[in-house]
């Protein structure tokens, strides 16, 4: 399934919490637990806080979910049901090799809009380390916390990769996604490692990065790319497949769904 949904950038934040906290109580229900890749920079801040502050019962079911028979309620309202935040553990798809409390951090971002505000569990968060100073190390640090973290949770796929139940994706506008970049041959031609260091100079801030591998990227269950109104006519070149060059149109799940939740700057579709 490659879907393709649009809307204004509120009513987009709502259908992207609607659409993971559905996925979250739907793997929680069949495995146990629910493992979400978290994206950084600041077009998911808005979604973020949206699944900080849980969603309306009614308008999670207006958006089409079935509301489980056990949930997650709002402490501040409790007509509103947040994500099983015991059974749920966040990842990071890729960080800047900066301190935490850098403006650049994705994970300051996170924490920030997110963690701050919801009964996140600390050992259910699993932070990309950058204190090192050496990426590659960092890197491998990660790589064998996934491994640990896999390894006692189930067993890992014939792959040899782990399966995330879902990860959230942006586009930037020259088509990278996490921190792989279409200059970066090496990164995208890499078939092995779960976690690379790279360096970015390119990029936007120009800074050593750590991203998971296309390989974990495409053996999760579910990804799925949030993307302001600005990338919309990139974004739709992707998702109708006539950009397979750059690093975003890379991201083809081997046995998941891709679902694209796109703003539009009016509530006009531009495309069918």
Not at 46 to 54: D, T
Not at 59 to 88: A, C, H, M
Not at 157 to 186: C, M, Q, W
């Amino acid at each position: 399934m490659n879907s393709w949904i649009t809307g204004n950038e509120e009513t987009l934040a709502d259908r992207a919490a609607g659409f993971i906290m559905a996925a979250a109580y739907r793997a929680v229900a069949e495995r146990g637990r629910f493992t979400l890749v978290l994206s950084g920079g600041s077009t998911p801040k808005r979604l973020y806080e949206k699944l900080a502050g849980g969603l309306r019962e009614e308008l999670f079911e207006k958006l089409g979910y079935d509301l489980p028979d056990r949930v997650n309620r709002s402490v501040q309202d409790p007509e509103s049901i947040t994500l099983p935040w015991p059974e749920t553990f966040l990842f990071q798809g890729d960080e800047r090799y900066v301190p935490t409390n850098h403006p650049d951090s994705n994970y300051g971002m996170v924490r920030e809009s997110l963690m701050r505000h919801a009964c996140v569990r600390r050992d259910n968060v699993f932070v990309m380390p950058v204190e090192s100073g050496v990426p590659d190390e960092d890197a491998l640090r990660y790589e064998e916390l996934l491994r640990s973290f896999f390894r006692k949770k189930e067993s890992e796929a014939r792959s040899g990769f782990p399966t995330f139940d879902l990860v959230l994706l942006g586009i930037g506008d020259d088509g990278h996604t996490a921190s792989l970049f279409p200059e970066d041959t090496k990164a995208l031609g890499e078939l092995e490692k779960w976690v690379i260091a790279v360096d970015a100079p390119w990029a936007t801030p120009p800074c050593t990065r750590l991203t998971l591998t296309l390989p974990v990227i495409n053996h999760a269950r579910a990804v799925m790319f949030l993307v302001p109104a600005e990338r919309y006519d990139l974004a739709f070149s992707i998702h109708e497949g006539s950009r397979p060059d750059l690093p975003a149109g890379m991201v083809r799940p081997v046995n998941g769904d891709s679902v694209w939740f796109v703003a539009e700057s009016s509530q006009e579709s531009r495309h069918p």
